[in-house]
């Protein structure tokens, strides 16, 4: 277990799905309000009981958009989650990337972590390419130091030399996507969580982002990730899970679970 | 988050953290809230980018640019004048009620500018937050340095103003910069609990307008706090931006007197705002990216 880089016990997400009524939309903010110094105390007596019911859930609707969700990934292994849409991708990569908290369960991770969850994040329109090699690479958990020293090779890597201080307003969308995915292939974290990265971009492009993926997971980078195209799972990855509506059914070697989840047989 | 050391391939782990500890621990919510601020120094290039980004960004398209920034007290400055100080004849301790008017509308400006795009801040960088984590906290934090841009822009035309009326500053004018941060923690203080609010309950944005407004009224601006009988001054002084109005007003011209009394209230109240509102918006940011 030494060479761990994330463990998952037990994850579960659950998503408000109706909105309070109006009229309780009030009392929901006097409490909100009233409660935050308490918080500690009130937790307590509101998780205390097993069925993690709050006092309120009588009138709201839940779903489940994770169920239970365990696995384990070794360092240097490229994982690939499937499923078809809604299954819980998504959330689980948001969960592990801590932008949102499991409702439930437990995760450790070791390493330093980056995650790309949508292409252009932190993208500014108004300003320029370079401007927003800076403000992107900063926001995926660069240093300011550390773009400085890569700024050559990500506008290389982009192909958007000519257009570097003309605002990104201006820029196609698949320059846009050039810059960005240049930006997140210049990332070195340990672990890297990538979701749904090279659905976008046109052929050749993709071609070398794929190859640059590959460079990047044979250097021994953990690396997750989430993906519809089959090819690319099984270009990529050494194992792959597949989720149908929030729980695992799957987790083998990649060409076992796409011949799975292809077949259809486990809805 | 102590940052691992590791070698590329990944199996090797050096330096502070061992391979048996985890870098990073995910659970459904914080235990206990710790406003973990070893993990804002870390983020500390985000803040720095992002105030950047904010300030870069905020006078493109515009014709005027960053005279805005003066535009708006100096009109405002003339309507007192005219209305408050030509018309209703208010007292100004002395002080020719323009120079008395403006030397307020330098905090005022900055407090209601930031506090105006705290509130709105988290709303306004849902994108980010929904796509990559960092500590929520920063976000709010950089309206108050963005802030600081206009402020400067302002107090360079209140000194202009001094030179203009030749009022020469006193030694209270050391007292100054505890003017300033006791502004800067008014807004901050306040702007988190709006903040906060704001993601879930967006009659905030309604209510902010004329929040302001009552409360430019409640604030001396346009009349000094002598106006308010003695034994309201204690009531008076729950509104932190009284002290620091006064207290600006005091510096600068050093013709007032020094708000004591109102002060000490102001800080109290300054304190207990800010405290609550940093562990009020830290309790409250786990749940930013599902409900913004």
């Known amino acids: 277990m030494s060479n761990l880089a994330i463990r998952a016990i037990g994850i579960s997400k659950r998503f408000l799905i109706d909105r309070p009524r109006a009229t309780n939309a009030m009392r929901e903010f006097l409490e909100d309000v009233m409660r935050a110094p308490f918080r500690r105390f009130s937790s307590a007596i509101r998780y205390g009981t097993n069925n993690h019911s709050r006092r309120r859930s009588e009138d709201d609707k839940y779903v489940w958009a994770l169920r239970n969700v365990s696995f384990e990934v070794k360092c240097g292994e490229v994982v690939g989650i499937i499923g078809s849409n809604g299954a819980g991708k998504s959330v689980l990569l948001k969960i592990l990337s801590r932008i949102t908290k499991p409702t439930e369960g437990y995760a450790e991770i070791y390493g330093k972590m980056g995650s790309m969850l949508e292409v252009g994040t932190g993208f500014h329109p108004e300003l320029t390419g370079r401007e927003n090699i800076y403000l992107g690479g900063t926001i995926l958990g660069m240093r300011r130091a550390e773009v400085n020293r890569k700024f050559d090779a990500i506008v290389a890597f982009s192909e958007v030399e000519d257009f570097l201080d003309t605002p990104i307003k201006h820029y196609s969308s698949g320059m846009n996507v050039r810059l960005a995915f240049a930006i997140a292939t210049h990332l070195e974290p340990e672990i890297m969580l990538l979701d749904e990265v090279l659905a976008v971009g046109d052929g050749a492009f993709k071609e070398k982002c794929l190859n640059k993926m590959k460079d990047v997971a044979s250097e021994g980078r953990t690396v997750l990730f989430v993906s519809h195209d089959m090819k690319a799972i099984e270009n990529l990855c050494d194992r792959a899970i597949l989720l149908s509506k929030g729980r695992i059914v799957i987790n083998d070697e990649t060409r076992k679970v796409v011949s799975h989840y292809l077949s259809k047989d486990y809805e | ?292």
């Not at chain 2, 007290?73 to 309507?79: D, W």
């Not at chain 2, 408050?84 to 208010?90: H, N, S, Y």
């Open chain 2, 1 to 292: 988050m102590a940052t691992v050391k590791g070698t590329m391939k990944g199996i090797k782990f050096i330096g502070v953290d061992s391979s048996d500890c985890p870098t990073t621990i995910i659970r459904p919510t914080s235990r206990g809230i710790l406003l973990n601020l070893r993990e804002l120094w870390e983020y500390r290039d985000l803040l720095y980018l992002f105030a950047w980004r904010d300030i870069k960004v905020r006078y493109k398209q515009t014709i005027v640019g960053a005279s805005w920034a003066v535009i708006q007290p100096f009109i405002a400055m003339v309507v007192l004048s005219v209305f408050f100080g030509k018309l209703a004849r208010v007292p100004s301790e002395g002080i020719s009620y323009p120079i008395f008017a403006y030397s307020a509308l330098v905090p005022w400006t900055y407090f209601v500018n930031v506090l105006t795009q705290s509130s709105n801040s988290v709303v306004n960088n849902r994108a980010v937050i929904t796509r990559v984590y960092f500590p929520r906290l920063i976000i709010p934090m950089t309206t108050v340095i963005t802030g600081f841009l206009d402020f400067a822009i302002t107090f360079v035309m209140l000194i202009g103003m001094m030179l203009f009326y030749g009022i020469v500053p006193t030694m209270a004018l050391w007292a100054l910069p505890l003017f300033i941060i006791l502004a800067v923690a008014t807004a901050l203080g306040i702007g988190l609990w709006l903040a906060a609010l704001n993601v879930r309950y967006r009659d905030v944005g309604f209510t902010l307008p004329f929040l302001t407004q009552i409360w430019l009224f409640a604030t001396p601006i346009a009349y000094p706090s002598s106006l308010v009988p003695e034994r309201w001054r204690a009531i008076y002084g729950l509104n932190p931006m009284a002290g620091v109005v006064e207290g600006f007003r005091w510096a600068l011209l050093g013709k007032t007197h020094p708000p004591t009394m109102l002060l000490t209230f102001s800080i109290i109240v300054v304190i207990a705002l800010l405290v609550g509102g940093l562990y009020f918006f830290r309790y409250k940011e786990d749940a930013f990216a599902d409900v913004v």
